[in-house]
């Protein structure tokens, strides 16, 4: 069974920074596509960012290019987010997902990232 | 970027009856779309992927129809599980996007 954990979630003052993680069981992480999802309280799903499977490749949300940061390390099966200069509206559940041909198969439980002073 | 519009937004149904949500692209997007269901409290579930083809393991009253900018999701006979949100997300261009999402519940 494929398995996605987040971590790394929390309060974070304006303009702080923060590493999201997510660790991949069950399936040959070094081949897989891997996209960071939020969703804030109530609200629709936004796609943040992709990494493609040696993470040569990054693809990014006009609302965080510059700020965040998506990679990988395939030696540790681990996908992480590393966000900077955070506002109050990149508050939200974050999702780690795993690419299927462009869909998204399986996502992870979350982890919560609240931006407030 | 290319937008998504759900239609309806909400949607009151029985047991039973047949469902169908709508996705609009702003542009044409082939076949690249998909479709998930979010439960309250749980991580959204693939159903539907290159617009029409049905995930392993999600029931067969699910269906999904379309190319180019419009796209539907039909449930032909809704149970109890099925009362929940439904997105539609293209992958033909970056950004990736999602519509706003379609919420069903129980009339």
């Known amino acids: 069974e494929v398995q996605l954990v987040e971590s790394g979630g929390g309060l974070v003052q304006p303009g702080g920074s923060l590493r999201l993680s997510c660790e991949v069981s069950?399936?040959?992480?070094?081949?897989?596509?891997m996209h960071w999802v939020r969703q804030t309280p109530g609200q629709g799903l936004v796609w943040v960012a992709l990494i493609d499977s040696d993470g040569s490749s990054t693809f990014y949300a006009d609302s965080v290019k510059g700020r965040f940061v998506i990679s990988r390390d395939n030696t540790k099966n681990t996908l992480y987010l590393q966000m900077n200069s955070l506002r109050a509206e990149d508050t939200a559940l974050y999702y780690c997902?795993?690419?299927?041909?462009?869909?998204?198969?399986?996502w992870g439980q979350g982890t919560t990232v609240t931006v407030s002073s | 970027a290319i937008q998504l519009t759900q239609s309806p937004s909400s949607l009151s149904a029985s047991v039973g009856d047949r469902v169908t949500v709508t996705c609009r692209a702003s542009q044409g997007i082939t076949s690249a779309l998909a479709w998930y269901q979010q439960r309250p409290g749980e991580s959204p579930k693939l159903l539907i992927y290159?617009?029409?083809t049905l995930q392993g393991g999600v029931p067969s009253r699910f269906s999904g129809s379309g190319s180019g900018t419009d796209f539907t999701l039909t449930i032909s006979s809704l149970q109890p599980e099925d009362f929940a949100t439904y997105y539609c997300?293209?992958?033909?261009?970056?950004?990736?996007?999602f519509g706003q999402g379609t919420k069903l519940d129980i009339k």
């Open positions: 069950g399936v040959p992480f070094n081949i897989c596509w």
């Open positions: 290159d617009a029409s």
């Open positions: 997300q293209q992958f033909n261009t970056y950004p990736r996007t």
């Open positions: 997902v795993k690419d299927y041909f462009g869909s998204m198969d399986v």
